[in-house]
Nanobody
Framework: VQLQASGGGLVQAGGSLRLSCVAS????????IGWFRQAPGKEREGVSC????????YYPDSVKGRFTISRDNAKNTFYLQMNNLKPEDTGVYYC???????????????????WGQGTQVTVSS
């Protein structure tokens, strides 16, 4: 499972960013997918996860209504649209995927996941 995250950058509070995660070497069709972030000095946390069916999503309260996860199986890619960004959204963002996980499980059982290179998101106040 190889995943490459991109799209991070520096944005002012209230701004938007869209992150992309491209999968290689396998098809995302049967995988739950998710986005995670790690702020300096904090543990990695799940911020958006989507069931393989596309019918169930999980968002923690901290991002609910601002972040949206989506997938394009034809491109073997998934995305994280982040709107109304806040300084507390700053961190390194990673993507992950796993089979036979629900959206909630993927965002919760972080220690069971494999990680590639993340992308830095910095939100200035």
């Amino acid at each position: 499972v190889q995943l490459q995250a991109s799209g991070g950058g520096l944005v002012q509070a209230g701004g938007s960013l869209r992150l992309s995660c491209v999968a290689s070497g396998f098809s995302l069709d049967s995988y739950a997918i998710g986005w995670f972030r790690q702020a300096p000095g904090k543990e990695r946390e799940g911020v958006s996860c989507l069931h393989s069916s596309g019918l169930s999503e999980y968002y923690p309260d901290s991002v609910k209504g601002r972040f949206t996860i989506s997938r394009d199986n034809a491109k073997n890619t998934f995305y994280l649209q982040m709107n109304n960004l806040k300084p507390e959204d700053t961190g390194v963002y990673y993507c992950a995927a796993k089979q036979r996980y629900s959206d909630w499980a993927l965002c919760s059982y972080i220690d069971t996941l494999s990680w590639g290179q993340g992308t830095q998101v910095t939100v200035s106040s």
